[in-house]
């Protein structure tokens, strides 16, 4: 639409051709400037102001640039938006790909939501008045809904239906489309979302569980997270923003036990009952509006720092036990605070030659 706005010839790369550096400067750099019969037969007021053709290249799916075959590509990419002056509109299906964030950086970030169910409604009965299709908005709705607001599933739907029949019931509509629901992975950053929505609260238990087993390892460490963030509807005072906390929070301390459980025993059975405790019951209890940015689990760096510590400290065990016999946790908390103290002090004071000796003293021979 913006390049028909301008008049401009778009010139598109699509995912199944190779965009690796070398393509990208041999085809991509040397077309930019190329010229078509369409634009030598528009007028003056259809070009630029230079009076030269416009020209646009549409990226799609950059964020699917990977592996041998696009080596180099993203980089390439990013030299021709600094170098060019012809627009390039780059496609992307996942904004929070990694790959995307040098990308982004020298992009105007132009993002599109998914259309609501009341958008895709009336546009599709409109078809259906223009096709001579009888079909009412409730049975509209689940169809819509079924095809996770996929508008050309939709007609597909709608087109299916009406070989047997021009009039669509709501009973039909909904067994119909229990049989043809499209189900589409999502993010953990979408599922938190309908974990605290409002609107999950009228979906069933089967539903609100299938948004746990979305990714089980993940989703009670998000909804751990967030939930002191969210602001829940049923609460009028701070009072009861403090119950549903606190119920909240008993709720997943309970589930920390079922995943202890699960793991030192292989009990892959619990996880209906941990996605219960950790998903489906906080999200009903602490169901509401969150408040800020969504962000990712600060359990998992905090145990990377914990990983860490913990191999240091196995490697001063080992290095120190010629002069010591103490276990690895005798020696953190009883040895490594003075031990720091007499490494510490003689560097501030400046006394290497103590500190040597020191070192020597338990054996550390690399700091």
């Not at 001579?132 to 087109?159: C, E, F, T, W």
């Not at 119920?247 to 030192?264: F, G, H, P």
């Not at 600060?298 to 016999?325: A, D, F, N, V, Y």
Request: net charge positive; with cysteine; glycine share 6%.
């Amino acid at each position: 639409y913006a390049c028909h706005w301008r008049s401009a010839q778009r010139n598109e790369i699509p995912l199944p051709d190779t965009r690796s550096k070398n393509s990208l400067q041999t085809v991509v750099a040397q077309s930019l400037d190329n010229q078509t019969i369409n634009g030598m037969l528009q007028t003056a007021n259809q070009r630029g102001k230079d009076g030269q053709q416009l020209n646009a290249l549409l990226m799609d799916e950059v964020d699917g640039m990977a592996g041998n075959e696009d080596r180099g590509g993203m980089q390439e990419l990013v030299a021709l938006i600094k170098s060019t002056k012809t627009p390039i509109i780059c496609m992307c299906n996942d904004r929070n790909s990694q790959k995307i964030r040098t990308l982004s950086n020298y992009c105007y970030d132009l993002r599109f939501q998914r259309p609501r169910v009341e958008q895709i409604r009336g546009a599709m009965l409109s078809v259906a008045c223009r096709e001579g299709i009888s079909i009412k908005p409730p049975a509209l709705d689940v169809m819509i809904n079924a095809a996770n607001h996929d508008i050309r599933q939709v007609l597909h739907h709608m087109y299916l239906w009406t070989i047997r029949d021009r009039t669509v019931s709501y009973d039909q509509a909904k067994e119909d489309s229990a049989k043809a629901e499209k189900h589409m992975k999502m993010s953990p950053f979408e599922v938190i979302r309908k974990v605290f929505a409002p609107e999950t609260a009228k979906k069933t238990i089967t539903d609100q569980m299938g948004l746990f087993f979305q990714d089980y390892s993940l989703m009670p460490l998000f909804v751990q997270e967030m939930y002191p963030k969210v602001r829940p509807y049923a609460a009028n005072s701070q009072l009861k923003t403090l119950d549903c906390l606190a119920a909240a929070a008993e709720s997943i301390s309970q589930s920390d036990l079922v995943d202890k459980r699960i793991r030192s025993s292989q009990s892959w059975g619990l996880l209906q009952l941990q996605g219960m405790l950790s998903t489906v019951v906080p999200g009903s209890i602490m169901r509401g509006a969150l408040g800020g940015q969504i962000e990712f689990p600060s359990w998992l760096g905090k145990r990377s720092k914990q990983t860490k510590c913990e191999r240091l400290l196995q490697e001063i065990s080992l290095h120190s036990r010629l002069t010591t016999s103490v276990s690895k946790v005798d020696l953190g908390l009883d040895m490594v605070p003075h031990l720091h103290k007499s490494i510490v002090r003689p560097l501030v004071s400046e006394q290497r030659v103590y500190w040597e000796s020191i070192v020597s003293g338990v054996s550390i021979d690399r700091v």
